[in-house]
């Protein structure tokens, strides 16, 4: 059974860098073909995609994030982290770690509830 599971803190001030990670289990980030993904979805507003990171452990993301995002990996603890730069109460949400594979996610975290907040 694939599990993923979002950890960081849910409080953070503007300016400030937000570092989230996602532990993932059942499952190898580096398999052939996965795509492990980071999407967010602000109150009252719809899912927004922020990036991925390849099984081949390179990274896209999303334009209008691009210049404050990055999504790394520590494959020893099969682990992929977001770091968001420059936070604003804009980016207060709650955040997602999914698998995608075949062009679909089959894979969700819970989600994790992140406040920007001074």
């Known amino acids: 059974q694939v599990q993923l599971q979002e950890s960081g803190p849910g409080l953070v001030k503007p300016s400030q860098t937000l570092s989230l990670t996602c532990t993932v289990s059942?499952?190898?980030?580096?398999?052939?073909?996965?795509?492990w993904s980071w999407i967010r979805q602000p109150p009252g507003k719809g899912l927004e995609w922020m990036g991925f990171?390849?099984?081949?452990?390179?990274?896209d993301y999303s334009p209008s994030l691009k210049s404050r995002t990055s999504i790394s990996r520590d494959t020893s603890k099969n682990q992929f982290t977001l770091q968001l730069s420059s936070v604003t109460p804009e980016d207060t949400a709650v955040y997602y770690c999914?698998?995608?594979?075949?062009?679909?996610?089959?894979?969700w975290g819970q989600g994790t509830q992140v406040t920007v907040s001074s």
């Open positions: 999914a698998r995608a594979y075949d062009a679909e996610y089959d894979y």
């Open positions: 059942g499952a190898s980030i580096t398999t052939d073909y996965l795509y």
């Open positions: 990171i390849r099984y081949s452990g390179s990274a």
